[in-house]
């Protein structure tokens, strides 16, 4: 599967964005998808899982409450809703995609990824 990811950009604090992640090659609900995002300096994070065929959902704690993923079947593409953005969300932020039917965080146990999109937020 191939996954290009788009919709990052700047906005100040408490804004929102929506990312998406648009697959080919296969449809994405035969695949647990994931969004991660990589600050400079740091290393790869999960932000938040969509888990394969059930589609339920799970984030880390650091974006719960404020961020909500989604899948589009017909479009066959992964969302990314980021509400009530902080300086702290700036990163690039990546989709992936993982074979896997549980929950999974680490970047290591997926087996695709998007390029990345860029998204600051300024106080």
């Known amino acids: 599967v191939q996954l290009q990811a788009s919709g990052g950009g700047s906005v100040q604090a408490g804004g929102s964005l929506r990312l998406s992640c648009a697959a080919s090659?296969?449809?994405?609900?035969?695949?647990?998808m994931g969004w991660f995002r990589q600050a400079p300096g740091l290393e790869r994070e999960f932000v938040a899982g969509?888990?394969?065929?059930?589609?339920?959902?799970y984030y880390a704690d650091s974006v719960k409450g404020r961020f909500i993923i989604s899948r589009d079947n017909a479009k066959n593409t992964v969302f990314l809703q980021m509400n009530s953005l902080k300086p702290e969300d700036t990163a690039i932020y990546y989709c992936?995609?993982?074979?896997?039917?549980?929950?999974?965080?680490?970047?290591?146990?997926?087996?695709?990824w998007g390029q990345g999109t860029l998204v600051t937020v300024s106080s």
């Open positions: 090659g296969r449809t994405v609900s035969t695949y647990g």
């Open positions: 969509i888990r394969r065929s059930a589609g339920s959902t």
């Open positions: 992936a995609a993982t074979s896997s039917y549980g929950g999974t965080w680490h970047p290591s146990l997926y087996d695709y």
